[in-house]
């Protein structure tokens, strides 16, 4: 086959798919977020009345005009309470929205049409205006030849009369087609004849939009695409240019693209949390939505929210969550996702051309240096000034000779990261460089994320202050040479008078007071927990900290400074 036929073909492939780039680019996206109900979906532990409000202030943050904050049942839920607290603050209610669903029962294939359902009878009794009124359309439960969809048109009508009567005659109404995927497959013109309905309403009788799920997460992103692309092309036929709200499940991660088709297909809007915490495996979230709109040009979503604040709210709302950070890989807001991987452009680290976007800019972040094999000794010495601040010892020989310590760690089987305070730095320090006191400074304030190795530097700790004790009768944090080797180093060293071990010690004096300082000390045990987090007790702790963190130190101060 000639070339030429083939590029012709590319190039036409290509010149569809930047159709689909433009439509994301001017997209003025709507967000209705699900912050407060979706990330409690499917976890082992609830949100408590504070956790609710902390995650609703972080929205706020984001500018999320539209947010859903309840989700109401039989049972008295925290919801209730919250949402009582938030109207007797003075909250505006206009644009928070509850779910409720549209039959309250259904008995023998017949839904009960006649009792309100709970949620809309809560939203009135709490002061809320807008429903989100879930229907399926694809379920076995009810008789559909004789309630036919035409009577769940109808009942639909009476929901939307009683809300405009009962809650606010301005009630932001929304439909959520809960079983989209399975209504799409089995029941495809019940679901079109229902979209049909509501479209054909006088504009003063629609609904503000439908929303819709793909809670399934198996579906290619262009069959929830043509799915999506059907909904508005029944509503553009009626000339309802209405939101059309997507939401998707994530299982084989095409989450995001496929919240991505449903935008390039006609939906101008999305349904979801700031993060994907949520059922199952989550949910394609907000932020990552949002910033690739933001990444594709798109300024119509940087001037509606505030997307500068999305990578910060997402990491706290999954704190809120689950009590733990996000995964470090997890896009975006991961520790990682802004890591600068290697010394040029193109991979892992930037790209170049109309694709080029700087993540870490965007958020007002300097982008951290990945330490690796690979980094160059330029990016070594960068990552040194970037921790601990400007010294005589961070040249760009120390750096090279850094670099080649790594590689005789590997070809010593000596696995490490390099990349935190702590393994930098003894990186540097068995290279030949002397630990500083400002070293000590920055790995005391970093943040132990293990509560196991919190506990066990605690244990360490109690050790230390009874030899502080018995030194002055008080904790100073500094335990004079003799307390320390009795305390600590005596199982490692046999003789503390021996002039070697005396000139080892000295190893981790940063400061070069005569005494041994706890955040000396606590840089290599830090150290050891974040290199070797499978140690088990204090005892073990300690030796590794000695055996592969100080003693090696001392060796190389032994030595005169030169790297073994």
């Given at each position: 086959m000639p070339f030429e036929d083939v590029i012709k073909d590319v190039g036409d492939s290509i010149a569809q798919e930047k159709s689909k780039r433009a439509r994301l680019q001017d997209l003025d996206l709507i967000v209705v977020d699900n912050s407060i109900r979706e990330s409690t979906v499917g976890q082992l532990r609830g949100h408590t009345l504070e956790n609710k409000w902390k995650i609703y202030n972080e929205v706020k943050k984001c500018g999320f005009k539209f947010i859903v904050v309840a989700a109401f049942s039989h049972m008295t839920r925290v919801d209730d309470t919250f949402i009582r607290e938030i109207v007797a603050k003075g909250e505006d209610v206009n644009n928070l929205f509850a779910f409720t669903e549209v039959i309250e029962e259904v008995n023998d294939g017949i839904p009960d049409t006649k009792t309100t359902p709970v949620g809309l009878s809560k939203m009135q009794e709490v002061g809320l205006i807008n429903p989100i009124i879930e229907i399926d359309l694809a379920i076995d439960s009810i008789n559909w030849d004789v309630f036919t969809v035409q009577d769940m048109c109808q009942l639909l009508v009476q929901r939307f009369n009683w809300s405009r009567k009962k809650l606010s005659p301005n009630a932001k109404i929304m439909?959520?087609?809960r079983d989209f995927p399975d209504a799409?497959?089995?029941?495809m013109e019940r679901l079109f004849a229902?979209?049909?309905?509501?479209?054909s309403l006088p504009a003063s009788e629609r609904p503000f939009g439908i929303m819709f799920e793909e809670p399934t997460g198996k579906y290619l992103p262009e069959e929830v695409g043509a799915w999506t692309g059907g909904v508005r092309k029944i509503m553009d036929s009626r000339g309802w240019s209405g939101n059309l709200l997507a939401h998707v499940h994530k299982k084989w991660a095409l989450g995001e693209m496929t919240q991505l088709e449903c935008l390039v297909n006609g939906a101008n809007g999305i349904w979801a949390s700031v993060c994907e915490e949520g059922a199952a495996l989550g949910h394609a979230c907000s932020t990552v939505t949002l910033m690739n709109l933001v990444r594709m040009g798109n300024t119509?979503?940087?001037q509606r929210y505030k997307c500068t604040m999305l990578r910060d709210a997402a990491c706290n709302v999954t704190k809120i969550t689950t009590g733990m950070p996000p995964h470090p890989k997890q896009v975006?807001?991961?520790?990682?996702?802004?890591?600068?991987?290697?010394d040029f452009g193109s991979i892992a680290g930037g790209t170049v051309g109309e694709t080029d976007f700087d993540l870490a800019e965007f958020f007002g972040e300097e982008a951290p240096i990945r330490i690796s094999t690979l980094s160059s000794a330029r990016m070594i010495h960068e990552r040194l000034l970037n921790v601990f601040g400007e010294d005589p010892q961070f040249t760009m020989k120390m750096a090279l000779t850094m670099k080649e310590t790594m590689l005789v760690?590997?070809?010593?089987?000596?696995k490490e990261e390099y990349m935190?305070?702590?393994?930098?730095?003894?990186?540097?320090?068995?290279?030949?460089?002397?630990l500083t006191a400002k070293m000590a400074d920055v790995i005391e304030k970093a943040e132990v994320k293990s509560a196991h190795a919190q506990h066990l530097i605690e244990e360490v700790r109690k050790i230390w202050n009874e030899w502080d004790i018995q030194e002055d009768k008080q904790i100073d944090g500094l335990l004079k040479f003799q307390s320390f080797y009795n305390g600590f180093m005596a199982p490692y060293f046999g003789c503390f008078k021996c002039r070697d071990t005396l000139k080892a010690l000295k190893a981790i004096d940063m400061d070069n007071d005569g005494y041994i300082d706890w955040n000396e000390f606590l840089v290599y045990l830090k150290w050891a927990m974040r290199q070797y987090p499978s140690i088990k007790d204090v005892d073990e702790l300690l030796s590794v900290a000695f055996r592969k963190g100080i003693i090696p130190a001392m060796q190389d101060e032994l030595s005169g400074g030169r790297r073994k």
């Open positions: 439909v959520n087609l799409m497959v089995y029941q229902v979209v049909d309905f509501l479209a119509k979503v940087q975006i807001y991961g520790d990682r996702a802004l890591d600068l991987a290697f760690d590997l070809t010593g089987n000596r935190s305070a702590a393994g930098i730095a003894l990186l540097f320090d068995r290279s030949g460089g002397k």
